[in-house]
């Protein structure tokens, strides 16, 4: 029987690929080229707007305004003069700004801007759409980097026009061309700017690649149809001989024949030394055949005492994690519920949570990378690491910079684990967490819902050693509820390979928000197998939840 994918399939996919790579570096270095000289471009033509800006700016005498905080009665016919600039020529933006206190870059005020008639024909007030003397610039609408270098040119009183690139938040990419402005008596106080969206560059370089990925294309064809003509020749014919024969002795084999009928058929091979010699290994090799056979009944007992072993390795494993509940029947300040289903017979998701002493309670979610018997392994490992080096007294970041440093001493097999760590001060419900790498928590407040808590991610465990990790703390209120768990859960995958996602399982936390923790995790592996079916489970699933009673 035929499987797999044909040797002339390959033969074209490896021409698309190559090509694919050629095309691929040909486009990197032309973008670059195009991005340059576009940039360029651009630069020039905000020096010239820029240029013509401050000539008016100038005449107006807008730096003895800046320097007074004063909009005389010239004020507004310069806007009027700088509107007319603006709509002549295609830029963003035209203003000028300074600084209230020139050694804090953070007290950056407008001084005017300009607007075309398109903006100015709309319904919104002429307050809101300029920006007078005096007004605070929009927080984010320069970056720490722009800022720094706007100050500088201030401070030293820099002649001459200067650009940089930019992003923030409110404005995007920017190209920034800046001129210092000076009052009357020479003193720097303020920048006239003008900025151009350069996200523009990107219709010019999606036009350049589609204009790449055609000719490739083109190219690629007409490679694929010469290699097809000449490997069917020189190449697939023969191999297609060599596999009948092989097809011919599988079959046989399949039928439970003999070993001394397992006879490889010779096939007289003319083209090739390379194939020549790979019809005499086929041959060598069915000539094993009889031997492997042989030997197939020793080999199965081999994989049974194997299953044997992977057997006691998963209840060895699961011995290695809490499982008793309630975990703690004499503490009535907080319940606390966990489970572990691995994909395979053992896993690399683990949970753990032990008390420091009678006022803390440390939790730990982690997922090693990989799944089997390696990843328990390392799992093993890295859980009796952390909570040695938690029993300590550490802090949550303190016991992963430790871990990893331990982890990263010795891991020639270059894994790596991604953890959340909390320990949680039972008397006042301060909770102090750390994560390194791992899924967001998900938090209830008393009489609210379930939702994401988007921490602050470190790197992960064990992929560079000399990491340094850091902290925050949540106050958590008597009822407040805490649900822990590995990726397994919203990359559970149903029909279509659809995710279940976190949507599906902050819904399933919120069908009883009340319920108690391990209500809560049966609601949602009830979810989860509704969802998925009959599909096989792809990763381990892991889930802890906790519930603050005070």
């Known amino acids: 029987m035929k499987t797999g994918m044909s040797i002339k399939a390959k033969v074209a996919i490896h021409a698309i690929i190559y090509m694919g790579i ?22 020039i033509y905000a020096d010239t707007v820029l240029e013509y800006a401050y000539r008016k ?12 905080r004063d909009m005389p009665e010239g004020y507004e016919p310069f806007r009027s003069e700088l509107n007319q600039i603006k709509d002549s020529s295609h830029i963003e933006y035209l203003y000028a700004i300074y600084f209230e206190d020139i050694d804090d870059i953070y007290s950056l005020h407008y001084a005017i801007n300009a607007k075309t ?30 800022l720094l270098i706007l100050q500088e040119a201030v401070k030293s009183g820099r002649h001459g026009s200067g650009t940089l690139t930019g992003y923030s938040d409110e404005y995007g990419h920017m190209l920034n ?62 191999i297609e001989r060599i596999a009948n024969s092989s097809d011919a002795f599988i079959r046989k084999m399949q039928d439970n024949a003999p070993p001394e009928e397992l006879v490889f058929e010779d096939v007289h091979v003319r083209s ?16 094993s055949v009889a031997v492997y056979m042989t030997n197939l009944q020793a080999a199965t007992a081999e994989k049974e005492r194997i299953g044997t072993e992977l057997s006691l390795a998963a209840r060895i494993q699961a011995s290695m994690l809490p499982s008793v509940f309630p975990a703690f ?12 289903d691995p994909a395979k017979e053992v896993g690399g998701d683990f949970y753990d949570f032990f008390l420091v002493d009678d006022d803390h309670l440390c939790m730990v979610m ?31 970041a303190e016991i992963l910079t430790k871990t990893n440093e331990a982890i990263c001493s010795k891991n020639e097999a270059q894994m790596f684990i991604t953890v959340w760590l909390g320990i949680l001060e039972i008397s006042t419900g301060r909770l102090t967490a750390a994560n390194a790498g ?113």
């Open 57 to 68: 700016a100038e005449d107006a005498g807008l730096g003895d305004m800046i320097a007074a």
């Open 438 to 550: 791992h899924e967001y928590p998900v938090f209830k407040k008393p009489d609210g819902r379930f939702e994401l808590f988007k921490d602050k991610h470190g790197f992960i465990l064990g992929g560079m050693d000399g990491m340094v990790y850091r902290e925050y703390e949540l106050q958590l209120e008597p009822g407040s509820k805490l649900f822990l768990y590995t990726d397994g859960v919203p990359e559970a995958t149903g029909a279509g390979n659809v995710l279940f996602g976190k949507e599906r399982m902050l819904a399933a936390l919120n069908e009883e928000p009340d319920g108690t923790p391990e209500q809560l995790l049966k609601n949602v592996r009830r979810s989860v197998d509704a969802f998925v079916k009959d599909a096989e489970q792809f990763d381990d699933l892991t889930m802890l939840c906790l519930e603050y009673r005070g």
């Open 366 to 396: 982690a997922d090693v990378s990989g799944k089997g018997v390696p990843a328990s392994l390392f799992m093993m490992a890295s859980k009796i690491i952390l909570q040695s080096v938690a029993m300590l007294g550490r802090s949550p």
């Open 272 to 287: 090739g030394v390379e194939l020549r010699m790979l019809s005499d290994n086929v041959k060598s090799l069915a000539d």
């Open 177 to 238: 061309g800046y001129r210092v402005l000076y009052d009357s008596e020479g003193n720097a106080v303020g920048l006239i700017c003008v900025e151009i969206d350069i996200n523009r560059i990107n219709i010019g370089l999606r036009r350049y690649v589609r204009t790449i990925v055609l000719i490739a294309a083109g190219l690629t064809a007409l490679i694929v149809l010469l290699y097809m003509f000449n490997t069917k020749r020189y190449l697939i014919g023969p």
């Open 329 to 340: 029947p004499d503490r009535t300040e907080f319940d606390i519920y966990a489970s572990m």
């Open 117 to 146: 008639q398109a903006e100015l024909s709309t319904d919104v007030p002429l307050s809101e759409l300029y920006s007078y003397m005096g007004k605070p610039c929009e927080k984010g609408a320069f970056s720490e980097d722009t």
């Open 22 to 43: 050629l095309t691929a570096v040909i486009a990197v270095f032309g973008y670059k080229l195009y991005y340059d000289s576009d940039m360029e471009s651009y630069a």
